[in-house]
């Protein structure tokens, strides 16, 4: 006679098992059309993320062309916020005195883009930052690799004298009154992408890939802590 047998599992294993792997991929060979998106941006205490400390985080989902949904988390730095960086975002230590640190910003940030696919304006800095914040959080769970949107805007307009979010906005007709603030500049993007999409719904998600750069880079992630190159971008 058959009988069932009961096997105990430690409760450690199985939380192991249900936080080692929160985040869940978009298939490669998806079409466009049938992925969703996760625009995302951070704003930062200054420039170089080996000596400075996120202090937003926007992003903004969109499919076949429609936006879902937003989202948008302060986090608590380590530090003050230096005058020169309060200028270009207007974020201040006050507004910030009751925020998360960034390690329970980013958990959330992950669970938020689960089986999306990542989308960042000059992704280089925002995920340089992203994972020097990580590793100082000794967080084991990498940040999704993040298609940059910059290398596509110059495909898709070669002519335009420049391709910041405010130069692309303004071409667009699209009114920016909140530019280098994480949601509003997520929420640009997405709006960006989406006008645009008659130049990327067609192929999949593979082949979107190969046009443009990925981050992070295979190296990137050892690289990244040690990174002290300044990045202009917020200062476009």
């Given at each position: 006679?058959?009988?069932?047998?009961?096997?105990?599992?430690?409760?450690?294993?199985?939380?192991?098992?249900?936080?080692?792997?929160?985040?869940?991929?978009?298939?490669?060979?998806?079409?466009?059309?049938?992925?969703?998106?996760?625009?995302?941006?951070?704003?930062?205490?200054?420039?170089?993320?080996?000596?400075?400390?996120?202090?937003?985080?926007?992003?903004?989902?969109?499919?076949?062309?429609?936006?879902?949904?937003?989202?948008?988390?302060?986090?608590?730095?380590?530090?003050?916020?230096?005058?020169?960086?309060?200028?270009?975002?207007?974020?201040?230590?006050?507004?910030?005195?009751?925020?998360?640190?960034?390690?329970?910003?980013?958990?959330?940030?992950?669970?938020?883009?689960?089986?999306?696919?990542?989308?960042?304006?000059?992704?280089?800095?925002?995920?340089r930052f992203m994972e020097v914040e990580r590793k100082?959080?000794?967080?084991?769970?990498?940040?999704?690799?993040?298609?940059?949107?910059?290398?596509?805007?110059?495909?898709?307009?070669?002519?335009?004298?420049?391709?910041?979010?405010?130069?692309?906005?303004?071409?667009?007709?699209?009114?920016?009154?909140?530019?280098?603030?994480?949601?509003?500049?997520?929420?640009?993007?997405?709006?960006?992408?989406?006008?645009?999409?008659?130049?990327?719904?067609?192929?999949?998600?593979?082949?979107?890939?190969?046009?443009?750069?990925?981050?992070?880079?295979?190296?990137?992630?050892?690289?990244?802590?040690?990174?002290?190159?300044?990045?202009?971008?917020?200062?476009?």
């Amino acid at each position: 006679m058959y009988r069932r047998q009961h096997i105990l599992i430690p409760l450690a294993a199985l939380l192991v098992v249900a936080v080692a792997h929160p985040y869940s991929y978009a298939r490669e060979t998806n079409t466009l059309t049938h992925t969703t998106f996760t625009a995302f941006d951070v704003e930062t205490t200054g420039l170089m993320a080996s000596k400075h400390f996120i202090i937003e985080l926007g992003a903004s989902q969109f499919r076949g062309g429609k936006l879902l949904s937003s989202r948008s988390w302060l986090v608590r730095p380590p530090i003050n916020i230096p005058a020169s960086a309060t200028r270009i975002h207007g974020i201040t230590d006050k507004v910030l005195i009751d925020a998360p640190r960034f390690k329970s910003v980013y958990t959330e940030f992950i669970s938020y883009c689960s089986n999306t696919v990542l989308i960042a304006h000059n992704a280089s800095f925002d995920v340089r930052f992203m994972e020097v914040e990580r590793k100082r959080n000794g967080i084991s769970i990498q940040l999704p690799q993040t298609l940059d949107t910059l290398k596509l805007f110059r495909l898709w307009a070669p002519a335009q004298r420049s391709h910041t979010l405010t130069l692309l906005a303004k071409e667009a007709g699209y009114a920016f009154p909140k530019a280098h603030r994480g949601d509003a500049d997520a929420h640009m993007l997405a709006k960006l992408f989406i006008l645009n999409q008659a130049k990327w719904t067609s192929g999949t998600l593979i082949e979107l890939k190969k046009k443009t750069h990925v981050y992070p880079k295979p190296t990137e992630s050892i690289q990244a802590e040690n990174d002290t190159r300044p990045n202009s971008r917020k200062l476009e």
